[in-house]
């Protein structure tokens, strides 16, 4: 995509971090605000961070979103190199294998839910008080399409991604009038998520694939799977001061599956 002068520094002296960054969805995302201007850091787990190292102009803070504790950690240390933050991308979550409700064992359900609602609150309660200090400031938090069209087997991931919106909402009303915050809703997209993700060795060519591609697909009326630029760009916008009047929103990303 050609930018404009004008997309070009949309972003200008803006410090954005991105949580998840080395995932597909982040690296992608990470790069277009390098190219927009921003300062950037990246949180991520050590292991993705030493997978997928991020540009040499990144700051990265190693951290589990689904420890409280090294959350804080982390956010603390990037409070003493940017007092304020001007936007939150939050690209942390991951799925495990399908299966009904009544065959769910407790070990996976509290693990799906720790590792995708459980650490989006995590990371918000850290952050928030650095992105007052901006004024003026964005969250975007990563939910998905089976938050509201629930689908047989994916129950862990459906309940904490419906959390997620719930808890954007929450956010965009206890942060106004200073700090927006709004959620991507995608559907499939075509990144090592669908074979369990970066920091669990979905990068790995010969990992299955957790989706059916070509079901899916007849489902979809634009008929491909997403790519990272059709994400990206909706999170660009939300944290940009184009969405300025925009908060407590969903923006749905899934080539018209779910139509609301």
């Known amino acids: 995509m050609q930018m404009t002068e004008t997309t070009q520094n949309a972003f200008a002296g803006k410090s954005i971090a991105v949580a998840g960054g080395c995932g597909g969805i982040g690296r992608a995302l990470v790069a277009a605000l390098l190219a927009r201007g921003a300062d950037v850091a990246v949180l991520d787990l050590p292991q993705s961070l030493e997978r997928h190292p991020a540009p040499s102009s990144v700051t990265t803070y190693a951290m589990d979103a689904r420890d409280a504790g090294s959350v804080k950690v982390a956010f603390d240390q990037m409070a003493q190199d940017w007092p304020a933050l001007d936007g939150l991308a939050n690209l942390v979550g991951f799925a495990r294998e399908k299966a009904l409700i009544e065959h769910v064992p407790d070990e996976l359900w509290h693990e799906v839910v720790d590792g995708n609602m459980h650490s989006a609150f995590y990371i918000a309660r850290a952050a928030m008080p650095l992105l007052r200090n901006a004024g003026g400031a964005a969250i975007v938090n990563i939910s998905s399409g089976l938050a509201l069209k629930a689908t047989p087997g994916y129950g862990p991931y459906s309940v904490s991604k419906a959390g997620i919106l719930a808890l954007t909402r929450l956010l965009a009303q206890e942060g106004a009038p200073h700090v927006r915050a709004n959620a991507v809703a995608p559907g499939a997209v075509d990144t090592a998520f669908l ?10 060519s010969n990992t299955a694939a957790r ?13 491909r799977l997403a790519s990272v630029d059709d994400v990206t760009g909706p999170i660009l916008f939300l944290l940009s001061a184009e969405s300025a009047y925009i908060t407590g929103q969903t923006l749905h990303v899934n080539g018209g599956l779910l139509m609301v």
């Open 195 to 204: 074979r369990g993700g970066t920091g669990r060795g979905g990068d790995d």
């Open 211 to 223: 989706l059916d591609v070509d079901a899916y697909l007849k489902t979809i009326p634009l008929g």
